[in-house]
């Protein structure tokens, strides 16, 4: 499965990286391909290309606040949740999407 997201939690600061790497090591481990671009007090880093986003299969957006460049995933499946699910139970979360996309 290919995977773009997005990491962004009210600080900023923890939660973000720490989902970014979580799904980053589930998906890894499950063989699936994963970009994250996390956007934080500093900004945006690791901004996602568009070939990434177009060869997507799901958009992951794990976040507790609101986040920028939405209008980039028109027409992809979107699942959005609290970075707490991405950070407790990332292999879950990803195992949860495949089966819903059948995939």
Known sequence: MNIVGIAAC???IAHTYIAKEKLI???KALNHTIHIETQGTIGTEDELAAKDIEAADVVIIAADIKVGGKERFQGKK???VPTHIAIKSPKALLNKIQ???GI
């Open 99 to 101: 089966a819903e996309l």
């Open 10 to 12: 009210t600080s900023g």
């Open 25 to 27: 090591k589930a998906a």
């Open 78 to 80: 979107v699942v959005e």
